[in-house]
Nanobody
Framework: QVQFVESGGGLVQPGGSLRLSCVAS????????MAWYRQAPGKQRELVAR???????NYADSVKGRFTISRDNAKNTVYLQMNSLKPEDTAVYYC???????WGQGTQVTVSS
């Protein structure tokens, strides 16, 4: 199965921005939906954003207007542009198919002053 490696996380101040990248081990062209998930300490993993093969997108209400998911099939890469970050966005962010398969290590995003 296709595996995913996330990167781009880090420490950012509230109101700041980050762009996460997800590189797949194989083509993502045939994957119907790719998604970003996140899991904060003590909370369930949640779906953040999803992008379909036709480039249509879907976002959790908590990130609408702030996050943008995109995909570059030629690079087998999915991105998550995160703007106007809030402390509540602090979590480990994971990239996966939707519905998800095996999970990778994720990338830590910490929003704090």
């Amino acid at each position: 199965q296709v595996q995913f490696v996330e990167s781009g996380g880090g420490l950012v101040q509230p109101g700041g921005s980050l762009r996460l990248s997800c590189v797949a081990s194989g083509t993502i062209f045939s994957i119907y939906a790719m998604a970003w998930y996140r899991q904060a300490p003590g909370k369930q993993r949640e779906l953040v954003a999803r992008i379909f093969s036709d480039s249509g997108t879907n976002y959790a209400d908590s990130v609408k207007g702030r996050f943008t998911i995109s995909r570059d099939n030629a690079k087998n890469t999915v991105y998550l542009q995160m703007n106007s970050l809030k402390p509540e966005d602090t979590a480990v962010y994971y990239c996966n198919e939707s519905p998800p398969s095996d999970w990778g290590q994720g990338t830590q995003v910490t929003v704090s002053s």
